[in-house]
């Protein structure tokens, strides 16, 4: 019989980084989720995110999911909320976010951040323990625009020259987050009622052992213990470095598709749509197990 890595069918997305695949021969719905968790985690960690076609996929199972590859940031909870939430026994579930345009009926929107163009980061980089990955699911899409760009930090970090990496060794930088900034301009990092979290600037995998970079345009604002001019420098010439074409790729994307990509070896970021179409994704991030 089979084993499932010579079951699961991967077409890979950037041949030229091994960034990204898209995953076929599984249903999302089914026990393939569980009979094939190891080929799937092991195609997460050389490929940093897949894709898998996921035609009406319920919230429950994009959970089931996310706890492959970690802890699913989604529970329950008792009261009733969005319907768009709940689970299979009628009851919504706290951590289901959705990143939405969609109007509700209160004239408000149904999305828990704000839309438009969003620089590069990394989710949970504000936080003392980042989101390990992120699942996102699309529902509806505009017409054109609101790709999902993902940037290579492993590619991006061999490349630089070996003093670059020198320098960087053992160096680390302050990431804050504003739930209201999409633009990196937008975060006043004065405000120290901010999330905010210190981590180094080069990372190993855990599971590759491949070094990256880790920081981004949105949320990295310093390098800890160097001047304030010569900390900026670096970090602008870092992000140019990382936000160059041959490292992203950007996820043209269909409805019913579930993206999932790994925090610590990308950056994300979205590309600006039309205001008067919508983009209705339903977002369930992945923690480091208790």
């Known amino acids: 019989m089979a084993q499932p890595a010579d079951t699961i069918r991967l077409e890979e997305l950037n041949r030229d980084l091994g960034l990204g695949a898209r995953v076929g021969g599984i249903d999302l719905a089914g026990s393939d989720v569980d009979t094939y968790a190891d080929a799937l985690r092991d195609a997460f960690a050389k490929y940093a995110c897949i894709v898998f076609t996921a035609p009406d996929l319920a919230p429950d199972d994009q959970v089931r999911v996310a706890r492959v590859f970690g802890k699913a940031d989604a529970d329950f909870v008792g009261k009733p909320n969005d319907p768009g939430k709940l689970g299979a026994d009628g009851r919504p579930k706290r951590g289901i976010m959705f990143i939405s345009n969609k109007k509700k009926e209160d004239g408000g929107v149904m999305g828990e951040l704000p839309d438009g163009e969003l620089h590069f980061h990394s989710d949970g980089a504000h936080r003392a323990s980042p989101y390990r990955g992120t699942t996102l699911y699309s529902i509806e899409i505009p017409s054109t625009g609101g790709e999902t760009r993902i940037a290579d930090l492993r590619a991006a970090y061999d490349d630089l ?80 470095h990382i936000e160059q074409d041959k490292y992203v790729y950007a996820h043209p994307w269909k409805v019913g598709e579930l993206l999932i990509w790994d925090n610590r070896s990308v950056n994300h970021a979205r590309n600006d749509f039309p205001a008067s179409q919508t983009r209705h994704m339903r977002r369930v991030t992945i923690s480091e197990p208790d």
């Open 161 to 240: 020259p070996d003093d670059m990496k020198r320098r960087l060794e053992g160096l680390k930088a302050h990431n804050i987050y504003d739930t209201r900034a999409t633009l990196r301009e937008q975060t006043d990092e004065s405000d120290d009622r901010l999330s905010n979290a210190i981590h180094p600037l080069v990372q190993t995998h855990p599971d590759t052992g491949r070094k990256s970079l880790y920081l981004s345009r949105l949320m990295t604002r310093n390098i800890v213990g160097m001047d304030k001019a010569e900390s900026d420098a670096l970090l602008e010439k870092l992000f140019a």
